[in-house]
Nanobody
């Protein structure tokens, strides 16, 4: 059973930064891609960005270049560096890993951005 554990969420003022971590229970290179999603209260879960097994990253347009996904293969960890945070970035952030028809989710970490 694959486990994904997110950490690094918290409360930050607008304009600040946070780095989220997603630690996987097995090699992140075994997945087709690992991504970050977020869900704000009363809204649907939406994609933030992904990194493929080959290292390519793709982001949602709404991120506007403020977030960066990176990974440390030796630690089986994917990171989400979030800069210039806005109140509308407030959400629970989830890590997601996909391999073929299988999708795995972490428990989520809360990010709250105050104005």
């Amino acid at each position: 059973q694959v486990q994904l554990v997110e950490s690094g969420g918290g409360l930050v003022q607008a304009g600040g930064s946070l780095r989220l971590s997603c630690a996987a229970s097995r090699s992140i290179l075994s997945f087709n891609h690992v991504g970050w999603y977020r869900q704000a209260p009363g809204k649907q879960r939406e994609l933030v960005g992904v990194v493929t097994s080959g290292g390519t990253t793709n982001y949602a347009d709404s991120i506007e270049g403020r977030f960066t996904i990176s990974r440390d293969n030796t630690k089986n960890t994917v990171y989400l560096q979030m800069n210039s945070l806005k109140p509308e970035d407030t959400a629970v952030y989830y890590c997601n890993a996909r391999q073929a028809a299988f999708a795995y989710w972490g428990q989520g970490t809360q990010v709250t951005v105050s104005s």
